[in-house]
Nanobody, 122 residues
């Protein structure tokens, strides 16, 4: 499975962005999909995860209520809608796929995208 993220940008505090993760090369619909982020000098951080059906999801406390994951298995694409963005949300965002749900451990994910930069600044 190959994953390609897009949608990262520079946005002002309080703004919104929607990231996309397009999958190819495998049965993506069988995998739970997670989003992680990594800021400079920090460890990779779990953001949220959704089951392969899209029926269940959960999020890190730091983004709960502001970020929402959705997926379109017909299009092999997963989305991360980010609202009320804060400067501390600035990071490279990665999507990843795993057969394990729930999982917030990056080591349990089998496939990763290359990342997309999100910068929140005025």
């Amino acid at each position: 499975v190959q994953l390609v993220e897009s949608g990262g940008d520079l946005v002002q505090p309080g703004g919104s962005l929607r990231l996309s993760c397009a999958a190819s090369g495998g049965t993506f619909s069988l995998y739970a999909t997670g989003w992680f982020r990594q800021a400079p000098g920090k460890e990779r951080e779990f953001v949220g995860q959704m089951t392969y059906t899209g029926g269940r999801s959960y999020y890190a406390d730091s983004v709960s209520g502001r970020f929402t994951i959705s997926r379109d298995n017909a299009e092999n694409t997963v989305f991360l809608q980010m609202n009320s963005l804060k400067p501390e949300d600035t990071a490279v965002y990665y999507c990843a796929a795993t057969m394990i749900f729930p999982s917030r451990s990056w080591s349990q994910y089998d496939y990763w995208g290359q990342g997309t930069q999100v910068t929140v600044s005025s």
